[in-house]
């Protein structure tokens, strides 16, 4: 048996989690019925009352909320309390530019230490562990939500922010972090850094470290174990629940179990909203059960992954368990007719061991065909006759696995620019229309 942050409700009866689930979904759409004039507003036109909620089935008789519905409302229109009863504000930027916003009050913010000290748990975190966490500390959720959890957890932690990479590593070094928090990709990074400055990152104390934010790929996780000699575990979250913290895989690595007592999750044909079946991919929708500040009915997540069955996994938790994600719906590029999520190329990238820490697919249009480039850094500086050995290599890799067959181009270590926190793995010059 593992060892549970809170065991009572990790292991709490299916039974029980089901009741539990049902008052607080009741709960919710009374709040936001009372509370949040776009709710009530979107309830009566579908001729809902808070009292037609008498099972968890009903969920589906509830409106569905979308990312472009925080924007209009942004940036408190969705607020169940007033603002004065917020402490913290957190907000994701994306592609459009306005933020999507999200407020928390103090329980607010207790939910989350405890979702997250759940997860930081799972992954093995104890209060005699040092964790350092290189995440930037700013409106981004990530860094605030791994030191939340950790203190309360009870582990010292050290705030080390955003990126220099060599400062990053020394201290590490010097205060013998044993656990590393953050963004998967820039482990790679920094295990590349770590080389480079002439330590092998496996002699460093780091043991176990818990990532996320991003595609997280099976060969990604196993190359970042290798890399550090340590065990590593994959935590889902996302600005508009609370931040990381929704879910995260156990020992057992097979799937992450998601905390139902505070999130009612749901997965969906993203086509026709229909549920589907068990271990079918869908999108994940989510109701938040116990948000004070912005609780959010049904949200789209257009993550794509499959629910595993709810029985009690070996760990003893019972909460339900999904797939890592495979990928955003939105994220799927249609090339040359082809569906392609980026993570298919990832998976390929990462077996092979020359390959460095970033990549990009670079996507054009020539004589009004698609072209895909796949950029890929080496691990080390090549000469130019291994550089296109391996580009032939990998092209045939790819082709295996898309189909078609992509350009490649082979570049030397970090000539990939840094896009920020989270890797940018697509560029889409395509001609539009
Ligand atoms: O990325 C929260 C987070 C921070 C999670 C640190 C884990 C660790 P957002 O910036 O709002 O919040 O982005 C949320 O990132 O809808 C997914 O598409 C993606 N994502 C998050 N975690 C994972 C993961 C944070 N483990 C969006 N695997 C989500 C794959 C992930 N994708």
Request: include cysteine.
């Given at each position: 048996?593992?060892?549970?942050?809170?065991?009572?409700?990790?292991?709490?009866?299916?039974?029980?989690?089901?009741?539990?689930?049902?008052?607080?979904?009741?709960?919710?759409?009374?709040?936001?019925?009372?509370?949040?004039?776009?709710?009530?507003?979107?309830?009566?036109?579908?001729?809902?009352?808070?009292?037609?909620?008498?099972?968890?089935?009903?969920?589906?008789?509830?409106?569905?909320?979308?990312?472009?519905?925080?924007?209009?409302?942004?940036?408190?229109?969705?607020?169940?309390?007033?603002?004065?009863?917020?402490?913290?504000?957190?907000?994701?930027?994306?592609?459009?530019?306005?933020?999507?916003?999200?407020?928390?009050?103090?329980?607010?913010?207790?939910?989350?230490?405890?979702?997250?000290?759940?997860?930081?748990?799972?992954?093995?975190?104890?209060?005699?562990?040092?964790?350092?966490?290189?995440?930037?500390?700013?409106?981004?959720?990530?860094?605030?939500?791994?030191?939340?959890?950790?203190?309360?957890?009870?582990?010292?932690?050290?705030?080390?922010?955003?990126?220099?990479?060599?400062?990053?590593?020394?201290?590490?070094?010097?205060?013998?972090?044993?656990?590393?928090?953050?963004?998967?990709?820039?482990?790679?990074?920094?295990?590349?850094?770590?080389?480079?400055?002439?330590?092998?990152?496996?002699?460093?104390?780091?043991?176990?470290?818990?990532?996320?934010?991003?595609?997280?790929?099976?060969?990604?996780?196993?190359?970042?174990?290798?890399?550090?000699?340590?065990?590593?575990?994959?935590?889902y979250?996302l600005?508009?629940m609370?931040?990381?913290?929704v879910s995260?895989?156990?020992?057992?690595?097979?799937?992450?179990?998601l905390?139902?007592?505070?999130f009612?999750l749901e997965c969906l044909?993203p086509?026709?909203?229909?549920?589907?079946?068990?271990?079918?991919?869908g999108e994940l929708v989510i109701?938040?059960?116990?948000?004070?500040?912005?609780?959010?009915?049904?949200y789209r997540t257009r993550d794509i992954a499959m629910l595993?069955?709810?029985?009690?996994?070996?760990?003893?938790?019972?909460?339900?368990?999904h797939s890592?994600i495979?990928?955003?719906?939105?994220?799927?590029?249609?090339?040359?007719?082809?569906?392609?999520?980026?993570?298919?190329?990832?998976?390929?990238?990462?077996?092979?061991?020359?390959?460095?820490?970033?990549?990009?697919?670079?996507?054009?249009?020539?004589?009004?065909?698609?072209?895909?480039?796949?950029?890929?850094?080496?691990?080390?500086?090549?000469?130019?006759?291994?550089?296109?050995?391996?580009?032939?290599?990998?092209?045939?890799?790819?082709?295996?696995?898309?189909?078609?067959?992509?350009?490649?181009?082979?570049?030397?270590?970090?000539?990939?620019?840094?896009?920020?926190?989270?890797?940018?793995?697509?560029?889409?010059?395509?001609?539009?229309?």
């Amino acid at each position: 048996m593992e060892t549970l942050f809170n065991p009572s409700q990790e292991t709490l009866p299916r039974k029980k989690l089901q009741d539990l689930q049902l008052k607080r979904l009741k709960e919710t759409v009374q709040r936001v019925y009372d509370h949040v004039p776009y709710y009530k507003q979107q309830l009566k036109a579908l001729k809902i009352q808070p009292s037609d909620i008498k099972t968890l089935e009903d969920v589906r008789k509830l409106p569905l909320t979308t990312k472009d519905d925080l924007r209009k409302n942004a940036p408190f229109g969705l607020l169940a309390t007033p603002l004065d009863h917020c402490i913290e504000l957190h907000a994701s930027s994306g592609t459009t530019g306005v933020p999507v916003t999200v407020c928390y009050t103090p329980h607010d913010l207790d939910v989350w230490s405890e979702v997250m000290a759940r997860c930081l748990t799972m992954s093995g975190l104890t209060k005699h562990d040092i964790l350092q966490n290189p995440i930037p500390y700013g409106t981004f959720t990530g860094a605030f939500g791994f030191h939340y959890g950790a203190q309360k957890v009870g582990a010292l932690v050290i705030p080390s922010g955003m990126g220099q990479s060599e400062r990053q590593i020394k201290l590490m070094e010097y205060y013998g972090t044993t656990f590393l928090s953050g963004v998967a990709s820039y482990m790679i990074r920094l295990g590349q850094v770590a080389t480079e400055m002439g330590l092998d990152p496996k002699k460093l104390k780091v043991r176990n470290g818990l990532f996320g934010a991003e595609m997280f790929t099976p060969g990604l996780k196993k190359r970042i174990m290798d890399t550090w000699d340590m065990d590593v575990h994959d935590i889902y979250g996302l600005t508009e629940m609370c931040g990381p913290g929704v879910s995260t895989d156990c020992n057992a690595h097979d799937g992450l179990h998601l905390w139902e007592d505070h999130f009612l999750l749901e997965c969906l044909d993203p086509i026709t909203l229909e549920p589907v079946g068990p271990e079918e991919e869908g999108e994940l929708v989510i109701t938040t059960l116990t948000k004070e500040g912005m609780p959010l009915l049904r949200y789209r997540t257009r993550d794509i992954a499959m629910l595993y069955d709810a029985a009690t996994c070996d760990c003893g938790r019972t909460h339900v368990r999904h797939s890592i994600i495979k990928g955003r719906s939105d994220d799927m590029l249609i090339i040359r007719g082809t569906n392609i999520y980026p993570g298919q190329i990832e998976s390929v990238l990462m077996k092979h061991p020359a390959v460095g820490g970033n990549w990009q697919m670079v996507l054009s249009t020539e004589d009004d065909i698609d072209q895909l480039t796949v950029v890929v850094e080496t691990r080390e500086l090549l000469s130019q006759m291994d550089c296109e050995k391996l580009a032939s290599v990998l092209q045939k890799a790819i082709q295996a696995v898309i189909v078609f067959t992509p350009r490649l181009e082979v570049v030397a270590p970090y000539a990939i620019p840094e896009t920020g926190l989270k890797a940018k793995r697509v560029v889409d010059n395509r001609r539009k229309g």
